[in-house]
């Protein structure tokens, strides 16, 4: 039930590093499922947003960069996926954008929290769009971890869209793992490739115990080709990084032509161009987010950025 909200609106308990604050209009909803606290409110600047456990998942105003960043890519450098696993996407948008690929005949998402999937078909139309009810999608609620051991279905993409493993103590944290990671190769077929949200990235963070290189260094342990690549997301104030692992497919070595085919190879469900139908992700925008500068890959491959004025 919508109930006031103060101006500012912002995580507690205080934590260890920067706080960004939300001018917060009203909250929608505020609630507690089995696993985590879930608020939905509407703010002056980002219009609409989801926040889990006090940290902001998606916005109204930018969601589309995140979700069309985290599924195209791997989509198109497959070029024909068929059956796609989701692994998270709660709010529906992951899966709205695999549904936009006229390819696609099955997708499978598997969620933890079914509490949260109906709160978010609620108050989160913008988000999925009616994609839930697609006769293409099966869902599941339970333990991705779970679900992936279990499973004897074969997948051309996987994406695994979920809450950042804050600690060892947090469900998604098992999901983040290199065993993890194997299992899910067990389940893609040749070609195929696996993508996962994978925090920030900057090169600014400390090498030791950063997020988005535990991620990669756990998959270069599993496939023979793993690739980060980023965008900036105006919601999280930095730029959000993914990677894509497979043992075939290298996205980054696509061609602004085969991109551009691809999109319109694979077409939407309505047989029109892909890639006129949507509002961030093309060819220029898929070959800058795997374009990383200099101290980027230094910082990827473990080294210290090299010092100003150092010639």
């Not at 070959?287 to 950025?305: H, V, Y």
Request: include cysteine.
């Amino acid at each position: 039930m919508a109930k006031e909200a103060p101006y500012l609106w912002f995580n507690e308990p205080p934590i260890d590093y920067d706080i960004y604050r939300f001018a917060v209009k009203s909250f929608l909803y505020d609630g507690q499922t089995e696993f985590q606290r879930v608020v939905i409110l509407d703010t002056f600047e980002y219009g609409r947003m989801l926040v889990l456990d006090g940290f902001a998942q998606s916005s109204e105003k930018d969601e589309y960069i995140f979700h069309e960043a985290l599924v195209h890519p791997t989509m198109v450098t497959h070029g024909d996926p068929r059956d796609v696993l989701i692994i998270g996407g709660g709010e529906g948008a992951t899966l709205r954008e695999v549904l936009a690929h006229g390819s696609v005949e099955r997708l499978v998402m598997v969620d933890l929290d079914r509490e949260l999937v109906e709160i978010c078909k609620e108050h989160l139309p913008e988000w999925h769009q009616g994609k839930f009810d697609d006769p293409k999608v099966e869902l599941v609620f339970e333990d991705g971890k779970q679900y992936v051991e279990r499973c004897e279905s074969m997948f051309d993409v996987i994406i695994i869209d979920l809450q950042d493993p804050l600690d060892e103590d947090s469900p998604a944290a098992a999901l983040y793992t290199e065993r993890f990671y194997a299992s899910v190769r067990q389940r893609l077929r040749p070609g195929g490739l696996l993508v996962v949200q994978a925090m920030e990235l900057s090169a600014t963070n400390d090498l030791e115990g950063d997020d988005h290189l535990m991620v990669r260094n756990r998959l270069m342990k599993v496939f023979s080709t793993v690739r980060s690549y980023l965008v900036f997301v105006p919601t999280f104030q930095s730029e959000w990084a993914f990677v894509v692992a497979s043992d075939g497919p290298d996205p980054a070595s696509l061609t602004r032509e085969q991109i551009e085919e691809g999109l319109s190879r694979q077409g939407t469900p309505e047989g029109r161009d892909l890639g006129k139908s949507l509002s961030f992700y093309d060819a220029d925008a898929h070959i800058r987010m795997f374009t990383l500068s200099r101290d980027l890959k230094r910082f990827l491959a473990g080294l210290p950025p090299t010092e100003y004025g150092a010639r």
